[in-house]
């Protein structure tokens, strides 16, 4: 498809990005992001970041790079419903700043709209070829099939009307993703689009592939029967205050 044609698509896309203090990272995504817009009608997107209370050099290297900087308090959850409710486009893609997009991850989602799709996510990939890290994200994808149940380090992306009428991410530290994908799968199935959006082994490499994938398990098995996301993210954030404790 050229350039004047997609031109003449309807899809207008606002891309929210929470962020707390992830200046060693966001350099990757931000060039990305430049490289894969770069040809997209200017009118037709803006790039939102909603920082946390970032102490660190966030702030300072997002400044020129994004159409909107704004702060909230933090969590993803308040920080994402805070991009959107600023943003000005017809659809919402919730990315986390650890993310790499695939360069025609703007072609995917106008693909998406243009199918008619009220939501969705990207298949994950992570940032290595080892073979464990692959067969991980294949369980992943196929769990999110199977379950309709979509991540936030899959890249959601809901339409902005939709995403008004549900009333956002529910107010919750942790399992915000979950929770709405619950709520979002009973008006429509979800949309999977292949991508890959990459994103960072880093936990995984540093507290080890086994202990990191059955940690991740437990904070999922304990949610779904009940347990506190007040509770759940004093165990993924240790030492991290949380409002409502």
């Known amino acids: 498809m050229t350039l004047s044609q997609r031109a003449a698509s309807p899809v207008s896309i606002s891309i929210v990005i929470p962020v707390l203090n992830e200046a060693l990272g966001l350099p990757v995504l931000l060039a990305r992001l430049a490289d894969a817009i770069a ?3 200017h009118d037709r997107l803006e790039i939102i970041m909603v920082d946390g209370g970032s102490t660190d050099d966030t702030l300072a290297l997002a400044q020129s ?3 909107q900087l704004i702060s909230s308090s933090p969590g993803r959850a308040r920080q994402q ?8 486009h017809d659809l919402l ?8 997009v695939p360069e025609d991850f703007l072609t995917q989602l106008d ?3 243009s199918s008619g799709a009220q939501w969705g996510r990207f298949d994950i990939g992570f940032d ?3 073979w464990r890290y692959r067969l991980l994200a294949w369980l992943m994808n196929w769990r999110s099939r199977l379950t309709s149940i979509c991540t936030g380090d899959q890249g959601l992306f809901i339409r902005r009307d939709l995403f008004a009428r549900l009333g956002g991410f529910a107010d919750m530290p942790l399992m915000e993703d979950i929770e709405i994908s619950r709520r979002l799968r009973r008006q429509h199935a979800p949309c999977c689009i292949h991508g890959p959006l990459l994103t960072s082994n ?4 540093e507290q080890g592939f086994i202990t990191t994938v059955l940690f991740m398990w437990s904070l999922r098995w304990r949610y779904f029967f009940g347990a506190s996301p007040q509770k759940l993210v004093a165990l993924y954030y240790p030492g991290r205050h949380v409002e409502g404790e």
């Open 39 to 41: 040809e997209w009608p």
């Open 65 to 67: 790079q994004v159409d």
């Open 81 to 88: 419903n805070a991009g959107a409710a600023v943003a000005k």
């Open 93 to 100: 893609f919730f990315l986390h700043a650890d993310s790499v």
């Open 111 to 113: 693909d998406a709209w």
């Open 128 to 130: 290595s070829l080892q």
């Open 202 to 205: 880093r936990r995984w490499r």
